[in-house]
């Protein structure tokens, strides 16, 4: 494959990219989507020197078959010292704590639902709650903090995309950065924002 297309032939390849440039090893990230565990796997080759005892990855997800494949890909990626280091919670990511969260350098969130089980209203992230995780995360995070969102163009996806954007459009420009990304000649392509806490951000009331 040539240069664009390593950068750019997924979405997702193109995030990790921009997580690769702002967090280091030995920072403390969070994965609020776990799914099949590869942003999982990702965050933790970012962070988790292979050879040091600094830096964390805590993820979260509500389905136990989501734990379970991240459990298992984990073990065949990393080394046992990274292991060590991730921390897989059966939780929603409305209910992070609060300490992970005042101490996260990255926040993502890969939303829709859990490939091979379907387009299942039980399963997928909603409006809703991603909004309310998102208020709260953005409260507690500490400036200099990133919040990095996958949104698929399903039913519920474009209403959690038409929420959020909603909602960053009240965010104080002194106080935040935002951007949404969108592949101008792939409609159908999940688009990737990025709320960026400065470091005189507050939410706004």
């Known amino acids: 494959k040539d240069s664009t297309q390593r950068t750019f032939g997924k979405v997702t390849r193109f995030a990790h990219l921009i997580w690769g440039g702002h967090v280091k090893h030995g920072d403390i990230v969070v994965d609020a989507t776990m799914g099949q565990g590869f942003d999982t796997v990702t ?8 050879s040091q005892s600094t830096g964390h990855v805590y993820a979260y997800d509500t389905q136990p078959v989501a734990l379970q494949r991240t459990r298992d890909l984990l073990r065949k990626e990393l080394t046992d010292t990274q292991l ?8 929603s990511h409305c209910e992070v704590p609060e300490e992970v969260l005042k101490q996260a350098s990255l926040i993502v969130f890969n939303l829709g639902y859990l490939p091979a089980y379907g387009d ?14 998102v208020q709260r995360m953005s409260v507690l995070m500490p400036p200099n903090c990133i919040i990095s969102m996958l949104c698929y163009h399903h039913e519920e996806g474009l209403k959690e995309e038409a929420a959020l954007l909603k909602w960053t459009e009240g965010l104080k420009k002194d106080d935040w950065v935002v951007v ?7 409609p159908s392509a999940p688009t990737h924002l990025l709320i960026g806490k ?4 507050k939410q706004k009331k």
């Open 43 to 50: 965050l933790s080759n970012l962070v988790l020197h292979p």
């Open 84 to 91: 060590e280091r991730v921390t897989l919670t059966q939780q």
């Open 120 to 133: 299942d209203e039980g399963t997928m992230t909603r409006s809703d709650t991603t909004l309310v995780a």
């Open 180 to 186: 949404n990304s969108t592949w101008m000649n792939r």
């Open 198 to 201: 400065n470091q005189r951000g």
